[in-house]
C-alpha cells in the first residue's frame, strides 16, 4: 500500500527555470530602459554566463554584470535590474501545469504528502506561501534547513520517519534524476521522474532508477493507483495460492 | 537668483515611515496566520524593538524575533514575514501628498533639482523607480554611493559642483534638522525644514539653521517664489539708490 508521496520542489510542482527565464529577460530591459548603454542580446547572454558561473543564489548578479561588460557601476540600473526581476518573480510565480489538481486527488485518496526540495528554506517557503499549496502538505523537508542535500538517503529517511511509513510505502516525485531519483530509490522508496523543464534530458545515468518516467505531473495519480491495484492483485493470488 | 533645489528622499518625496509601519503589522500579521503561536501586540512590539536596536536595515529581523520570543526556528513563518513585508512595501510605496506637482512646477521654473540622500544606493533607486520620480531630477547623490554622509558638508558641495551653481543659489528641503538643515545651511544653502514624519518635533537644537519650515511640500514653490521676488525688489532698490 502507497501511504505517502513526496515531490521535489523546482521545475516539479513550481515552474521556477521559466519563471527565471522570463525575470532575467525583465531585468536586463529594465537596465536598459533605465539607460544602461549595451543592446539587449549582448546584455542577456553575459548574463546567462555570469549566472552559469557563480550560481542562481549569487547576490551580485547585476553588479557583476556592469563589470563584465566594461560599463561603470550605476546603481540606478542595478535596482532597475532588481526591481524588473522581483516584480516578475511575484507576478509570474506558478505552479506546473495539473499540480494543484494532482495535489487534491492524492489528499483525497488518504495519503500523506511532503515535499523534499534542495535550497534555501526561506526562498523555497515563499514560493509554497505564495503559490499557496502549503495546506496540501503535511510536511516540507528542506535541505539548506535540515542539514542534508538530496541525494543523501538522510533526507528521504527524515522524510519517512516523520510519517511513519516503511520506504516501499512511498513514493518520491522530482524532475531530476540524480537527486531525487537515484537519492529515494537509494532508501527503497518508489521513483517516478517527472521528464520535465531544464533537466528532461540530463543525468541519463541515472535513468535505471526510476520506477516510472511522466511528462504530465497529473499522471502521478495513475501511477499511485497501478501499483495499489496491482498490489491488491499479488495478494489476492497469494492467498488463492494457500 | 534660485538656480537648484535638493531634497532629501525618505519621508520628504516618499513616505517611508508610514510605508515601513504598515508593511511590519502586515508582516507579523503574515507570520500569525502561517501559525507563529504568539498574538499580535506581544510580536509587533518585539519587532519594534528588535529594529530599534539592530536598525532597519538589519536583514535578520524576523529570525531574531523568533529567538527573543523563544519561539522554535520555523522557516515558513520568516518565509510569510518577508513575503508580506515586501508585497506591502511594493504595493504601498507612495510619494509624500503634493510631491509630483511640486517637482513638475519647479522644472517649469526652470529650476535643476537634485536628491540628496542617505542610504543604500540600491535601496533608494528602487523607491525613486518605483515611485516614477527619477525622470524630474537632473542628479540623485546617495551618500553610501558617493562616500560621504550628511550632514557632512562635501555631499552638499559635490550636489552644488555637479550642477555649477553657487550655495545661495540653491535650497535644500529635508525633514532632518540635524542631517539636512544644519548640514546645508553649512555650506551657505538656504534651508527649508519639512516638518513631517516621525522626526517632526526632533532635533529641534539645530532649528535655527533653517531658513523656513513648511509642513505641506507644495509650500517649497511659494517659498521659492518668495526669495526670487524679494531678490529682486532688494536688486531694483539698490538700482534706485545709485
Given amino acids: 500500500m502507497i501511504k505517502a508521496v513526496f515531490?521535489?520542489?523546482?521545475?516539479?510542482?513550481?515552474?521556477?527555470?521559466?519563471?527565471?527565464?522570463?525575470?532575467?529577460?525583465?531585468?536586463i530591459e529594465g537596465m536598459i530602459r533605465a539607460g544602461m548603454p549595451v543592446d539587449f542580446e549582448t546584455a542577456y547572454q553575459e548574463l546567462l554566463e555570469l549566472i552559469n558561473e557563480y550560481g542562481s543564489n549569487f547576490p551580485y548578479h547585476?553588479?557583476?554584470?556592469?563589470?563584465?561588460?566594461?560599463?561603470?557601476?550605476?546603481?540606478?540600473?542595478?535596482?532597475?535590474?532588481v526591481i524588473n526581476y522581483h516584480n516578475t518573480k511575484i507576478a509570474h510565480l506558478e505552479t506546473v501545469k495539473g499540480a494543484k489538481r494532482t495535489l487534491l486527488r492524492l489528499k483525497e485518496m488518504g495519503l500523506k504528502l511532503g515535499v523534499i526540495t534542495d535550497g534555501n528554506p526561506i526562498k523555497q517557503w515563499e514560493k509554497i506561501l505564495r503559490t499557496e499549496i502549503d495546506d496540501y502538505f503535511d510536511d516540507v523537508l528542506i535541505s539548506d534547513f535540515?542539514?542534508?542535500?538530496?541525494?543523501?538517503?538522510?533526507?528521504?529517511?527524515?522524510?519517512?520517519?516523520?510519517?511513519?511509513?516503511?520506504?516501499?510505502e512511498a513514493v518520491m516525485v522530482g524532475d531530476r534524476l540524480y537527486s531525487d531519483i537515484y537519492g529515494a530509490k537509494q532508501v527503497g522508496m518508489k521513483t517516478v521522474w517527472f521528464k520535465y523543464g531544464k533537466y528532461a534530458s540530463a543525468e541519463l545515468e541515472y535513468l535505471e532508477y526510476a520506477d516510472f518516467v511522466i511528462q504530465s505531473l497529473e499522471d502521478v495519480v495513475g501511477i499511485i493507483r497501478g501499483i495499489e491495484s496491482e498490489e491488491k492483485a499479488r495478494s489476492d493470488k497469494e492467498v488463492h495460492a494457500d
Avoid: C, Q, S
Fill in 7 to 27: 515531490f521535489d520542489l523546482d521545475d516539479t510542482l513550481i515552474d521556477t527555470t521559466k519563471l527565471a527565464e522570463i525575470a532575467r529577460r525583465k531585468a
Fill in 62 to 81: 547585476f553588479d557583476y554584470l556592469l563589470r563584465r561588460l566594461d560599463l561603470p557601476y550605476e546603481p540606478k540600473w542595478v535596482a532597475a535590474g
Fill in 146 to 168: 535540515v542539514g542534508v542535500k538530496k541525494p543523501h538517503r538522510k533526507i528521504f529517511e527524515k522524510g519517512l520517519n516523520r510519517f511513519g511509513v516503511r520506504p516501499e
